[in-house]
């Protein structure tokens, strides 16, 4: 699976982004896809996650009601919806695949396959 993240930019606190991450050379079919974030020198955080059949979601709690992730079948693409975005939502932000439970999902560990990074810059 190779995964294509977009979307990341520079915005002002209070304002929106919408992430993309687009597979290809598979499905994303069995698989939950997940959104990660990462700033230098810090481990890699959970975001949000989806289980594309079933379409059962989880959030970090400090994004809970800001952030929406969400699939589109057609288009084989995940996206992560950021609304309200503050100065500590900036980071380089990873879509990731892997086969998961709800006890491992919001584990990087349990993902194979990772996207390059967006980076969101949230100026305060």
């Known amino acids: 699976v190779q995964l294509q993240a977009s979307g990341g930019g520079l915005v002002q606190a209070g304002g929106s982004l919408r992430l993309s991450c687009a597979a290809s050379g598979s499905t994303f079919s069995g698989y939950t896809v997940a959104w990660f974030r990462q700033n230098p020198g810090k481990d890699r955080e959970f975001v949000a996650s989806?289980?594309?059949?079933?379409?059962?979601?989880a959030y970090a709690d400090s994004v809970e009601g800001r952030f929406t992730i969400s699939r589109d079948y057609a288009k084989n693409t995940v996206y992560l919806e950021m609304n309200s975005l503050r100065h500590d939502d900036t980071a380089a932000y990873y879509c990731?695949?892997?086969?998961?439970?709800?006890?491992?999902?919001?584990?990087?560990?349990?993902?194979?396959?990772w996207g390059q990074g967006t980076q969101v810059t949230v100026s305060s």
């Open positions: 990731a695949v892997g086969r998961t439970i709800a006890t491992t999902r919001r584990n990087s560990r349990y993902y194979d396959w």
């Open positions: 989806i289980r594309w059949s079933g379409g059962n979601t």
